[in-house]
C-alpha cells in the first residue's frame, strides 16, 4: 500500500488539514486564525521552510486580489457601481428573480475576466443592492455569485487561471497546439445552464438566510432627515417610485415640504419637483444611503459653511453627555456648527421621531446626533467631555459622482487590455489601482483600508497549506493510489481522475491540484494507449469545480464572510450541485473528446 509509505511528513500534512476542516466546520473560529494556525505548525515541525511557507504572500493571485480591492473601491466611491446595479440588476421582487439578473451578468463577464476580481468588485455592489431592495437576502446572493463566477468562467480558455494553467501544461508535456478560446464552450456552457438551473430551483431550500455577524451588531436607532431635490438634477420630474425613494431599507419619506405646503401620506406616484424638502425616518444606514443619491442634498445650509470641501466629509454618530454646554439649547442658540465645526444632520432620541426642525432641537443629554464634519471629529472629540460615545458610520462619505466616467474608462481598459492578453491581470490590476489613486477617485487612506486583511490572510495561507501537501509527497501519493483503482477502463479512469481532482481542490489550491493530477492522468492515458484529451478537460473542469468548502476557491472565500455563511452551509449547497456538474461533464467530455 502506497499510503502506508508516506512519510510523518506527509502524515501530519493531512491530519492538520483535516484538523482545519474540522475547526471551521464545527466552530466559530475565523477562518484566517484556523489556517494560519495550522500553517503554523507545519513552519515550526520543519515540513516547510520560511520561504514555502510565506511563498503564499507572495503569490501572483494574493497580490491580484488586493490591488483590485483598490479598484472596486474606486468604482463604490465613484458611485460608478450604483449605475451598474441599477441598470442591469433592477428591482427584482424576490431573491429568485434577484439571482437570474446577477447571475447572468456574472456568468456573462467570468467568461472573460478573471473570476477573483470579478467577484471583488461584486462583493459591495450586491451588499448595497440588497439594503435596497425590500425582500432580498444577502446569504440568498453572495454564495450564487461565488458560483456564478465559477461556472462562468468554464466557458473559455480565459475564463479563469485553471485553463490556462492546464492548457500550458497541455502544450508543454505534449505536442498538442493547445485550446482555442471557445474550444472548451462545449462543456461549459451547458454546465453553466445546469448550475444556474440548480441554483435557482434548490437554493431556497438548500441556502439559508443568515445574517452576517456586522449585521447582527447593528443598533436600529431611527433618525428624522431632511433632504432638497437640487434644480436641474436627474430626480426631478421622476415619481418617488422611479427616482428609488418608494422602498428605501429602515426609512420612509414621512412628507414633502413644497413651497410652505405640506403633503402627507405620500404616494409613489407622486412627481418630485425642484426645492421640495423630503422629510425621511429612518435608520443611519439610510441616511447613509440618502446621502448617496445623486439630486438629493441636505436642507440645512450650515453644511456649505464647513470649511472642509464635502467630499472629505464623512458621518459621525455622537451621544450627547450631561456635561454637554449645550444641553438645554437648541442647536440654533447653541451655534453648533461654530462650536464643533460639524453640522448635525438629523437626531435620535430614545428611538423616537423628534418632529422638529433641526435648528429647533432642544439637545437632551442621551440625545444621538448624526453629524456631517470631517474624519478628524473621531480623534479629535474621542476623550471630550462634551460627548458620551463617537464614532464614524462606515461608508458615509458622499460619492464622488463627477468622476464616476473616469472610473468606468479605467476599469474598462483594464478589461480590455487584460481581454486582448495586452497585460497581465497582476499588472493591469496595479495600474487601474494606480490610476484610480492617482485620479483622486480613491484617495489612497481609503485605499488602504480597502484591502480585506482577513481574506487575504485565508488566500494566503491556503497556498501554504497546500504547498506543504504537495512538497511532502502527500497529495501525489493519494493520487496515485487512487488511479490505481481504475484499471483498464479509459471510463472509469475518467471518473476516477475527476472526482480525485475535485477532493483536491476542495482541499488545496485550484491551480495546484491541476497541477499534480495532469502527469498523472497523462502517464495513464498513455498506459492504455487512449487519447489524453477528455482527461486534460476533465482535470480543468473538475479543478474548477470548486462548490463543496469555502477554503477550495478564493472567491467562496471571499463570500463567506460577507453572506454570514457557516462551514456547512456550502456542504449543504453545494455537494450536489458539485455531482450535478460533474456528471454533465463526464456525460459530455467523451463525446467531443473521444478516447
Known amino acids: 500500500m502506497l499510503l502506508l509509505e508516506m512519510t510523518w511528513q506527509a502524515w501530519l500534512s493531512i491530519a492538520i488539514v483535516f484538523f482545519s476542516l474540522l475547526m471551521l466546520a464545527f466552530t466559530k473560529k475565523p477562518a484566517d486564525l484556523v489556517l494560519l494556525g495550522g500553517l503554523t505548525v507545519l513552519l515550526v515541525t520543519g515540513i516547510l521552510s520560511p520561504s514555502e511557507a510565506l511563498s503564499g504572500f507572495s503569490n501572483e493571485g494574493l497580490v491580484t486580489v488586493a490591488v483590485l480591492f483598490v479598484v472596486a473601491g474606486g468604482l463604490q466611491e465613484t458611485g460608478a457601481m450604483d449605475v451598474l446595479v441599477q441598470n442591469f440588476l433592477g428591482r427584482p421582487k424576490s431573491n429568485t428573480g434577484a439571482q437570474t439578473r446577477m447571475m447572468s451578468l456574472v456568468m456573462a463577464l467570468s467568461a472573460f475576466l478573471n473570476n477573483t476580481p470579478l467577484v471583488a468588485l461584486f462583493i459591495p455592489a450586491i451588499k448595497d443592492w440588497t439594503e435596497k431592495v425590500p425582500g432580498l437576502s444577502v446569504s440568498k446572493l453572495m454564495m450564487p455569485l461565488s458560483y456564478a463566477a465559477i461556472l462562468g468562467g468554464t466557458c473559455t480558455l480565459i475564463g479563469t487561471s485553471t485553463n490556462l494553467v492546464v492548457n500550458g501544461l497541455l502544450v508543454s508535456s505534449t505536442d ?19 448550475g444556474m438551473i440548480y441554483v435557482l430551483i434548490f437554493s431556497r431550500w438548500l441556502l439559508p438566510d443568515r445574517i452576517p455577524a456586522m449585521e447582527k451588531l447593528k443598533d436600529p436607532r431611527e433618525y428624522t432627515v431632511e433632504m432638497i431635490v437640487e434644480p436641474g438634477s436627474a430626480v426631478v420630474g421622476k415619481t418617488i417610485e422611479k427616482a428609488g425613494l418608494r422602498n428605501l431599507p429602515g426609512a420612509y419619506l414621512a412628507e414633502i415640504d413644497r413651497n410652505g405646503s405640506l403633503l402627507t401620506a405620500v404616494a409613489p ?92 432641537i432642544e439637545l437632551k443629554a442621551g440625545d444621538t ?41 479605467i476599469f474598462l481598459a483594464m478589461i480590455v487590455a487584460v481581454g486582448f492578453e495586452w497585460i497581465s491581470m497582476l499588472k493591469g490590476g ?59 477502463n479509459p471510463m472509469m479512469m475518467l471518473t476516477i481522475v475527476y472526482v480525485l481532482t475535485c477532493i483536491l481542490t476542495e482541499l488545496i489550491t485550484n491551480n495546484a491540484a491541476a497541477a499534480i493530477m495532469f502527469p498523472f492522468a497523462l502517464a495513464m492515458a498513455n498506459t492504455l494507449g487512449v487519447s489524453y484529451m477528455p482527461f486534460t478537460i476533465a482535470i480543468m473542469f473538475a479543478a474548477s469545480a470548486s462548490f463543496s468548502t469555502p477554503i477550495g476557491y478564493q472567491t467562496n472565500m ?38
Open 176 to 194: 498538442h497546439p493547445g485550446l482555442g478560446l471557445f474550444d472548451i464552450a462545449w462543456v461549459g456552457v451547458p454546465v453553466a445552464i445546469v
Open 269 to 360: 406616484t407622486e412627481v418630485l419637483q425642484a426645492n421640495d424638502r423630503l422629510v425621511f425616518t429612518g435608520i443611519v444606514n439610510s441616511v447613509v444611503d440618502l446621502q448617496k443619491i445623486r439630486g438629493l442634498k441636505p436642507a440645512t445650509d450650515q453644511v456649505f459653511k464647513l470649511n472642509e470641501p464635502r467630499r472629505q466629509r464623512c458621518l459621525i454618530e455622537a451621544v450627547v453627555s450631561n456635561s454637554c454646554p449645550l444641553v438645554g439649547k437648541t442647536i440654533k442658540e447653541g451655534r453648533f456648527r461654530t462650536a464643533y465645526n460639524a453640522v448635525v444632520i438629523a437626531v435620535a432620541r430614545n428611538g423616537e421621531r423628534v418632529e422638529k426642525k433641526i435648528g429647533d
Open 369 to 409: 446626533l448624526l453629524l456631517e464634519t470631517s474624519p478628524t471629529f473621531v480623534s479629535e472629540r474621542l476623550n471630550s467631555r462634551d460627548f458620551f460615545l463617537v464614532r464614524q458610520v462606515e461608508g458615509s462619505t458622499p460619492p464622488r459622482h463627477e468622476k464616476s466616467w473616469i472610473a468606468w474608462t
Open 430 to 488: 496595479m495600474v487601474a489601482a494606480g490610476l484610480m489613486i492617482l485620479t483622486k477617485c480613491f484617495p489612497a487612506y481609503k485605499a488602504r483600508k480597502s484591502m480585506d486583511l482577513r481574506v487575504l490572510l485565508v488566500i494566503a495561507a491556503s497556498f501554504g497549506i497546500g504547498k506543504a501537501l504537495e512538497s511532502s509527497g502527500a497529495a501525489g501519493t493519494i493520487a496515485k493510489t487512487f488511479l490505481d483503482l481504475a484499471g483498464t
Open 558 to 595: 471571499m463570500v463567506y464572510g460577507p453572506g454570514g455563511y457557516r462551514f456547512g452551509d456550502f456542504l449543504r449547497f453545494g455537494v450536489s450541485l458539485h455531482i450535478a456538474v460533474g456528471i454533465i461533464s463526464l456525460l459530455i467530455i467523451p463525446r467531443v473528446w473521444p478516447f
